[in-house]
């Protein structure tokens, strides 16, 4: 019996202490509200103006992203037969960059079942899978920029020149999305 009421406080303390942080929501209509946030596994959050404010739930159909814990986390609708994901949008300019929160590779270099792959050896810090979105059109980019994804920066010959003498690498995806938003508006 001590075992089941020792089990059953455990629970109730996780369930009534859900992790909320302060945070901003982005509703569809352009508006926001600032408040706390805990993620739900659906998908959604639940939020609360303050600490004893009412919870009220939310999804992709409501919000188009929110502020959480140091992140902006947005919904994007990346594949058209799938509802939208939820991206953490790391670089916003004329080229947004965003990731999936779940490493495609972890520390070890082991692949993540979820994106399926190949070992590629020791790695020294997580590799996340990355998308862009360009002229309003969502391009999955995986865990480097290809050969393929190269004819979407022509317009930066700057840009393109460095990443054939290899300034940068095809795996810096910031360091290239950055150059191609602070300095490529300007070339002709």
Do not use: W
């Amino acid at each position: 019996m001590k075992k089941l009421l020792f089990l059953f406080s455990i629970l109730s303390f996780t369930i009534t202490y859900a992790q909320y942080a302060p945070g901003n929501i982005f509703f569809n209509d352009g508006t926001f509200s600032k408040g706390l946030i805990t993620m739900t596994d659906e998908g959604g959050i639940k939020f609360k103006k303050a600490k004893d404010s009412t919870v009220i739930y939310y999804d992709h159909s409501e919000i188009e992203g929110f502020d959480y814990k140091g992140k902006r986390l947005k919904y994007v609708k990346v594949y058209s037969d799938e509802p939208p994901r939820l991206l953490n949008e790391k670089i916003k300019g004329k080229i947004t960059l965003y990731n999936d929160d779940v490493p495609a590779y972890n520390f070890l270099g082991t692949p993540n079942t979820a994106f399926g792959g190949q070992p590629i050896g020791s790695i020294e810090v997580d590799l996340f899978y990355h998308f862009i979105k360009m002229d309003g059109e969502i391009i999955p980019i995986g865990i480097r920029i290809k050969k393929k994804h190269l004819e979407l920066f022509n317009s930066c010959p700057s840009l393109i020149q460095k990443i054939e003498t290899k300034e940068f690498k095809r795996k810096h995806i910031y360091d290239i999305i950055s150059y191609y938003n602070e300095h490529c508006g300007q070339e002709s």
